[in-house]
């Protein structure tokens, strides 16, 4: 079992950073492959962005791709995501999930997330 806890969101203007934490219960951390999706009102959930075991792999949406950034500290079983020059278009309830092994960009692919945590973007 696996319990993940979001923080880092808020209230902001368009073209600032924010970074996003998720942080993991357990000793397993670096067994699991991490993402990041996220869901505005009124919409699906959507693929963010996500890491591998290691961090040597990341993948990313069109949409956040060139500013926003994926990471993860395994020895502090903690993901990150670094969201740069943030756009109205990015508010949304940002979630961070797990799987075992493999990356994956589908909702369905991922057996953990986080209670999320609520991003809004002011023009």
């Known amino acids: 079992q696996v319990q993940l806890v979001e923080s880092g969101g808020g209230l902001v203007q368009a073209g600032v950073s924010l970074r996003l934490s998720c942080a993991a219960s357990?000793?397993?951390?670096?067994?699991?492959?991490m993402a990041w999706f996220r869901q505005a009102p009124g919409k699906e959930r959507e693929f963010v962005a996500a890491?591998?075991?290691?961090?040597?792999?990341?993948y990313y949406a069109d949409s956040v791709k060139g500013r926003f950034t994926i990471s993860r500290d395994n020895a502090k079983n903690t993901v990150y995501l670094q969201m740069n020059s943030l756009k109205p278009e990015d508010t949304a309830v940002y979630y961070c999930?797990?799987?075992?092994?493999?990356?994956?960009?589908?909702?369905?692919?991922?057996?953990?997330w986080g209670q999320g945590t609520q991003v809004t973007v002011s023009s």
């Open positions: 999930a797990s799987k075992l092994y493999g990356l994956g960009y589908r909702r369905e692919d991922y057996d953990y």
């Open positions: 890491i591998s075991r290691s961090g040597s792999s990341t």
């Open positions: 357990g000793r397993t951390f670096s067994s699991y492959a």
